[in-house]
């Protein structure tokens, strides 16, 4: 009964996702959504960590970036496979991960905010000034599409399909994660470290075993990223990067794999609406994270829905989680 | 010889930087204590008042009133987020907060872009302009101005919190909250008072600096993150911890920048927080986490 | 889970926006769209902006003229905050939303870059105002790309000049970690055999550093008979501060990104002495009646100040001189992308704010080393050498 | 500090109950043999093996379970998915294979639910299976609890004062519930501060006061113990 049921839910988006695309009279409008694609990638990734296990990564954006570097040096300077590359950046970006996570997931809250971002500034640092193998702050140029079978994604479409379809399965794998018994252990921790400890969940190895499998998504976006983009500079890898994948997660909603996808839309779609006001762009985003996280600690979305799913049970006496 | 020389150098450089990353962390130290809340806002403190000093030496050119002034305005500025930002706050885990407060310190730094522009502002030195000859090493009056009143400001602190009542207070909330209430200490008040010293203390750091580095309105962030590593360096909560820190920082920059790389400063400065949070992350002076 | 829910969600709240979005896409047909991509937040803000006020200001001034050709000018600026990802998405947009027929921007050399390949691609002229000299050359794989700022190289080869005239041979350079100076100090260091000029050390400090003594500490122990400082904001001012802190008296030579009253204004008293290759805009003043860019930077700064209170900036300038470039080009070419580029590319002695332009399908930059004059601030004001 | 020098013994499949006035030292004996603390001297044993050095997970993955004085349920999930996680260490689907819902894992998922639900049946939260966790009333949260405690299939069950926030008719079903658990072969240490439910579930009782251990022995002997007596006096005696 249950797998029907789970198979058409996702052949329903994948159909939606295709329908919006064939609705885009616009190029560029593909190209915003590939960027959305690429960024849910990212925030889902973030989220299993934050709004699951409850640690925060101010840093994300060097493990968008170290995917992004390794497949651009592998391909433009070594000629490698892109494909290859891909899973070096994902190999190379795992182990980065697991070194910093096995000292920085025994601290708690701060201190691992504080080591990814100290970790963060470094790599931005080390794509800055690796001149050599980096090509520094004027970027890396002349990165080579995907190719598969004769078939070279090089246009809005082409990619879209690729990068959707990458972004489905990718929502789909972590969908069932979340509903599976490492995904409860995950939401178990965060509610209570302490009663999840009881019940013999290893926090921590489960602590670090997310924080290295969100840095394979942000490896694997960073992969796609360079190969869509065919030029990468170290601006988009800094901090600021970082704080705004935080803040689509806290729009999308905390432990919601949907919430990513809009977080991410919302927040990409955003300063292209609002292009006219970009002076207040920062402070709206600063804006968006304090008022979210005070009011809505769990974020926008995930926030919402449990108001109203709390606001049912509430006449039978239950009191008001935050 | 021809070594010490710039060694020398190195080291004033260092320690300037350090005393104001030692201001920060105090700033952090003070907050933590009193709330085990970590103010990532904490570098826009340092950013507001230079900028607010260089605004009120604009309209009265008195450096006094423009320090009072200052450290006066951004008091004000800590304590309204305080009230505003952190109050009313449903849910009170680090990870909350360390968002809201980086959110603050973002909101706080675009505000600061729309009233003072993107361009930098100077703030004439205090005194004379003139380098002083010290050996082979030339030290400018405003980085002494800087050590001083740095060095003045945390006797001052010191002082504060063994002293007065009021600060034994405060340390008795950081120390047990709920014993620190039933004694009669208005927790709240305490809370609100570590934010608006803090702040003061960020300001004070910034308008000390603004004439060597000039104001701008994005100045604030690496200064906080530095701040914040200079603290958990240091220890969390432990003032002498957060001047060592602070001053071992700076000299610790300052001597990569002039003996390995200069482009590399940064990185090293936060090699060493890495380092140090994975070998002894209640820092060096502080206690059992 | 209630998936379901939050999938109508996503989908209503993702739909509404790109409409938004799209609302705003049914533009008019007449006017020429002149797109423009500049960095007005963001680290590089004192680029963007003036940039996009001259944009601005000028499109008002040909409309009230009555626009090129009876056809009214549409100007479209977005802001690309110095991110390369906003700025390959801002220029699809005014590729393939906007219809623009030619692309001012971007500010930076990395977004410069990562705009032009599309640009290319889609047979769009983009004028850009960065100083890399990649983003124009190899002229043959640029066709479709033009620039108004001087090269790095220019700058470089007036510096170098000047110190070959002076007999100063040795040199410590000080860049900035951005791409300006590393440019720079490529330029720098690769021009240096030319000249005879033997590069003793090499620092480089981050855009935000507030404190360069370390490097200087470390220059003024080698026997470097001239300081260059590459860098753009206010770390050149603290560069000349920090000097003079240590009390290193060897001429210090700034680069055209420090060439603004800004500089002496946070330089203060420190500023006395400095040496700098200037684009003529900042001491047009000084310059002879027979320049004939005196009269282009008197009428460029006196609109600007009029209009926003403030001193035009060389950086406005590139914008000022792609615009006005660009609006001959239309009066001649219309709206036809290809007809613009041959018009672009055929533009000879155009006399602008940046230097006098002659382009040609080897050359899409234009200029020459002359386009900069050497200045020297004394008493807080500048000063010609020559 | 708050514990010193106790030595005891829990005789397996007996309910064995520590009782003390508050701050006697109670939650961090809990905390101590559950690895949630490590003592500085001494020794834990459980069944010969020495755990005072686990982390709690280990230790729970023993089969010692426990309860919190203060409910830790997870609040964000629901009351089925709560128990459910109490089968963590029994299971053994990792991200892989529960991310790919390999046919194994699926049926071991189910097992899991069955398992869940049987535990919830047991304290009679079955019907409130797809609620979440926070909405339940403070007594069904403690029954939540050792419903979780359960479903991991304890040799061991720690209980930290379950009774606290039941109403009468409550209490009397948990002290029940106690017993059958004990019937069925769980060893259980209990803190409780009821003492009516503590005399009448316990087969042995160990009374500390300021981290010391001033007697043990069964109910009827406790009771008449003077130290015990002299320790109560004038404190919160809720007997």
Same mark, same amino acid.
């Given at each position: 009964m249950r797998l029907p049921r789970l198979l058409n839910r996702w052949l329903l988006f994948t159909a939606a996702v295709f329908l919006i695309a064939l609705l885009m009279e616009n190029e560029y409008y593909l190209t915003l959504l590939n960027f959305i694609g690429i960024h849910t990638l990212l925030v889902v990734g973030l989220n299993l960590l934050m709004g699951y296990a409850g640690q925060i990564s101010l840093g994300h954006a060097a493990f968008f970036g170290l995917g992004a570097y390794t497949s651009g040096i592998l391909t433009v300077t070594y000629g490698l496979n892109p494909w290859l590359a891909m899973l070096a950046g994902m190999i190379i970006s795992g182990v980065a991960a697991f070194l910093i996570g096995i000292p920085a997931l025994k601290l708690r809250g701060y201190y691992l905010a504080m080591a990814t971002l100290g970790f963060g500034v470094i790599v931005y640092i080390v794509f800055t000034e690796a001149q050599a193998w980096t090509g520094g702050p004027s970027g890396l140029a002349g990165i080579p599409a995907l190719h598969l079978a004769g078939l070279s994604f090089d246009t809005p479409w082409k990619l879209y399909l690729l990068i959707w379809m990458v972004v489905i399965l990718i929502l789909i794998l972590s969908a069932s994660i979340v509903d599976s018994r490492i995904g409860r252990a995950l939401r178990a921790l965060h509610d209570s470290e302490a009663a999840a400890e009881s019940l013999g969940v290893n926090t921590q190895r489960l602590k670090l075993l997310i924080f290295v499998w969100s840095a394979l998504y942000a490896s694997l976006a960073g992969s796609l990223f360079a190969h869509t983009m065919n030029f990468i500079a170290p601006s988009s890898f800094d901090i600021m990067f970082s704080i705004k994948l935080v803040t689509m997660v806290v729009v999308g909603g905390m432990a919601s794999v949907w919430g990513s996808l809009l977080g991410a839309g919302v927040l990409t779609i955003l300063p292209e609406v609002l292009v006219f006001f970009h002076d207040f762009e920062v402070v709206i985003f600063g804006g968006i994270l304090m008022v979210v996280m005070i009011f809505l600690p769990r974020g926008l979305v995930r926030g919402l829905l449990d108001l109203k799913e709390f606001r049912r049970y509430k006449r039978q006496g239950g009191a008001f989680p935050v | 010889? /021809?070594?010490?020389?710039?060694?020398?150098?190195?080291?004033?450089?260092?320690? *300037?930087?350090?005393?104001?990353?030692?201001?920060?962390?105090?700033?952090?130290?003070?907050?933590?204590?009193? *709330? *085990?809340?970590?103010?990532?806002?904490?570098? /826009?403190?340092?950013?507001?008042?230079?900028?607010?000093?260089?605004?009120?030496?604009?309209?009265?050119?008195?450096?006094?009133?423009?320090?009072?002034?200052?450290?006066?305005?951004? *008091?004000?500025?800590?304590?309204?987020? /305080?009230?505003?930002?952190?109050r009313p706050v449903r849910d009170p885990s680090p990870i909350s907060l360390i968002i809201i407060t980086v959110g603050g310190a973002v909101f706080i730094k675009g505000i600061a872009m729309l009233l003072w522009g993107k361009d930098p502002y100077s703030l004439p030195p205090f005194t004379s302009n003139v380098p002083i000859g010290l050996g082979p090493a030339t030290i400018l009056p405003q980085n002494l101005w800087v050590l001083g009143v740095g060095a003045l400001l945390v006797l001052f602190l010191e002082a504060f919190l063994r002293l007065t009542l009021v600060g034994k207070a405060m340390r008795a909330c950081a120390y047990n909250p709920r014993a620190a209430r039933l004694v009669g200490i208005s927790t709240g008040r305490m809370v609100q008072l570590s934010f608006g010293l803090s702040a003061a203390l960020g300001a004070a750091g910034g308008i000390l600096i603004a004439p060597l580095t000039l104001g701008v309105y994005d100045m604030g962030t690496m200064l906080g993150l530095k701040g914040f590593s200079a603290a958990i360096l240091g220890g969390l909560g432990s003032i002498l911890g957060g001047v060592l820190g602070g001053l071992l920082l700076g000299v610790a920059e300052s001597l990569a920048s002039g003996l390995i790389s200069s482009g590399y400063r940064d990185a090293v400065a936060f090699l060493i927080l890495l380092v140090a949070l994975f070998i002894r992350p209640q820092g060096l002076l502080g206690g059992k986490q | 889970m209630k998936s379901r829910a939050s999938l109508v969600l996503v989908a209503v709240i993702m739909a509404g926006l790109i409409c938004f979005g799209a609302a705003g896409a049914k533009a008019e047909k007449k006017p020429y769209v002149i797109g423009g991509i500049f960095s007005i937040t963001g680290p590089a803000s004192y680029l963007g902006e003036p940039e996009r006020n001259t944009m601005e200001m000028l499109a008002a001034e040909l409309n009230a003229k009555g626009g090129i050709k009876g056809n009214p000018v549409k100007v479209v600026i977005y802001d690309d905050e110095g991110d390369v990802t906003k700025a390959r998405l801002h220029a699809e947009k005014l590729l393939k939303k906007d219809q623009a027929l030619t692309i001012i921007g971007p500010s930076l050399t990395h977004t410069s870059m990562a705009v032009l #390949?599309? @640009?290319?691609?889609?047979? @769009? #002229?983009? %004028?850009?105002?960065?100083?890399? %000299?990649? %983003?124009?050359? #190899?002229?043959?794989?640029?066709?479709? @790309?033009?620039?108004?700022?001087? @090269?790095?190289?220019?700058?470089v080869s007036r510096i170098y000049q000047y110190l070959k005239q002076h007999n100063l041979t040795k040199v410590a350079i000080l860049t900035v970690s951005t791409g300006f100076g590393v440019s720079g100090k490529e330029q720098l260091t690769k021009q240096a055999e030319e000249y005879g000029i033997q590069v003793v050390a090499q620092e480089v400090f981050g855009e935000k550093d507030t404190d360069m003594t370390p490097q200087l500490t470390k220059i003024r122990g080698t026997d470097a008979q001239t300081v260059i400082c590459w860098g753009t904001g206010p770390a050149p001012a603290l560069v000349a501060k920090n000097m003079k802190q240590l009390g290193v008296t060897i001429p210090l030579i700034q680069s055209h990104g420090a060439a603004s009253r800004k500089f002496i204004e946070l330089a203060g008293d420190a500023a006395d002495g400095i040496m700098m290759p200037a684009g003529k805009l900042v001491v047009y003043p000084l310059l002879p009646d027979t320049d004939p860019q005196k009269a282009v930077c008197q009428e460029y700064d006196k609109k600007y100040q009029a209009q926003y209170n403030k001193p035009a900036s060389s950086f406005g300038g590139y914008a000022y001189d792609a615009m006005m470039m660009l609006a001959q080009a239309l009066e001649k070419a219309g709206a036809d992308r290809a007809k613009i580029r041959a018009a672009l590319e055929q533009t000879k002695n155009f006399v602008g704010v940046s230097g006098v332009f002659n382009m040609s399908p080897e050359d899409h930059n234009g200029l020459t080393p002359e386009a900069f004059v050497m200045v020297k601030i004394e008493k807080g004001d500048f000063k010609l050498i020559e | 500090m708050a514990v010193n020098d106790i030595s005891f013994g829990v005789p397996a499949g007996l309910v064995k109950a520590v009782i003390g006035p508050n701050g006697a030292g109670k939650t961090t004996l809990f905390n101590l043999i559950t690895g949630f603390l490590a003592p500085q001297r001494g020794r834990i044993l459980y069944r010969e093996q020495e755990i005072q050095s686990l982390p709690a997970y280990a230790v729970a993955s023993l089969g010692i379970a426990r309860t919190f004085q203060l409910v830790q349920l997870f609040d964000h999930m629901t009351v089925l998915e709560n128990v459910m996680v109490g089968r963590h260490r029994l299971s053994r689907a990792g991200l892989f294979s529960g991310g790919l819902r390999l046919p194994w894992a699926r049926r071991e998922e189910a097992a899991i639910r069955d398992k869940a639900l049987e535990a919830l049946e047991f304290v009679g939260l079955a019907d409130r299976a797809a609620q979440p966790a926070a909405v339940l009333p403070l007594g069904l949260k403690r029954l939540l609890e050792i419903a979780r405690s359960l479903a991991s299939e304890p040799s061991l069950l720690l209980l930290d004062e379950p009774a606290s926030g039941l109403d009468r008719v409550e209490t009397e079903r948990l002290g029940e519930m106690i017993l059958t658990l004990r019937d069925r072969g769980i060893t259980i240490l209990l803190v409780e501060h009821d003492m009516s439910l503590t005399m009448e579930v316990a087969d042995d009782i160990a009374v500390l006061n300021y981290g010391r251990l001033i007697a043990e022995g069964p109910p009827r002997a406790i009771q008449k113990h003077p130290e015990v007596i002299a320790a109560y006096l004038g404190t919160d005696w809720q007997g």
């Open positions: - | 010889m /021809e070594i010490l020389a710039p060694l020398l150098q190195y080291l004033i450089s260092g320690l *300037t930087n350090g005393a104001i990353y030692a201001l920060i962390a105090l700033g952090f130290g003070i907050i933590y204590n009193a *709330t *085990t809340i970590i103010n990532f806002a904490q570098g /826009e403190m340092v950013m507001l008042g230079a900028l607010c000093a260089i605004s009120i030496y604009h309209v009265n050119p008195s450096l006094p009133l423009a320090f009072a002034g200052g450290v006066a305005m951004v *008091t004000v500025i800590g304590l309204v987020f /305080e009230r505003l930002a952190l | #390949p599309i @640009t290319q691609q889609a047979k @769009t #002229p983009l %004028i850009s105002c960065a100083a890399g %000299i990649g %983003i124009t050359s #190899p002229a043959k794989e640029r066709v479709w @790309t033009f620039k108004t700022a001087q @090269t790095d190289a220019m700058a | -």
